[in-house]
């Protein structure tokens, strides 16, 4: 049976947590920056963060235990989105449904671009709705255009 899945916006309590995810092998590798990133860094891009309007950062839990995060940041009425699950998480379809949950609430149009070779990342950005455009330099597009009001 699927345990609930919720969203709620990440705090400065979760640094350590959010980064240990960060810094975890995989995560490095699907990200753009590959390097680890050290402790005063991560607090400063943390407070940098939910100071920013343009910029939500949820933390997904399952069951009240913190299972994996989600970043929407907003750029000339486009949110962008990526996505980090716990290692201790991963590969029970649990992401898919994460990142679907926060698709579901945002009405305005969605983008998140993919490295080529994230499979399990084009799945989870196809199951939430989003459409894949163009390939550019080993990054896959994706986007989900604007939700009218009835589908909302
Ligand atoms: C990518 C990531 C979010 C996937 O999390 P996950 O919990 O394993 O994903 P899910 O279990 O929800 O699986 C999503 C889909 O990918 C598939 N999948 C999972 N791991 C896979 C793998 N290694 N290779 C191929 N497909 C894979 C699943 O089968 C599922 O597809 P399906 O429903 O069509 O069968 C997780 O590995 C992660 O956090 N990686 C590091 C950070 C990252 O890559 N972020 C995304 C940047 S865009």
Request: hydrophobic content about 40%; glycine content about 6%; cysteine-free.
């Amino acid at each position: 049976m699927n345990e609930t899945i919720t969203l709620r916006p990440a705090t400065m309590r979760d640094a350590d947590m959010l980064l240990d995810w960060r810094n975890d092998p995989e995560t490095r590798k699907a990200s753009y920056n590959t390097s680890e990133v050290t402790k005063n860094d991560h607090i400063a891009w943390l407070t940098k963060t939910l100071d920013n309007s343009n910029r939500r950062l949820f933390v997904a839990e399952e069951d009240g235990a913190p299972i994996g995060t989600v970043r929407a940041d907003l750029s000339e009425g486009v949110w962008e989105l990526s996505w980090t699950m716990a290692p201790y998480a991963r590969g029970r379809g649990v992401a898919k449904r994460m990142v679907a949950l926060l698709v579901q609430q945002i009405t305005e149009p969605i983008r998140a671009e993919v490295k080529a070779g994230n499979v399990a990342s084009a799945r989870i950005a196809e199951h939430a709705g989003m459409k894949f455009n163009q390939k550019i330099e080993g990054v896959l597009h994706y986007s989900r255009d604007a939700l009218n009001e009835q589908e909302a």
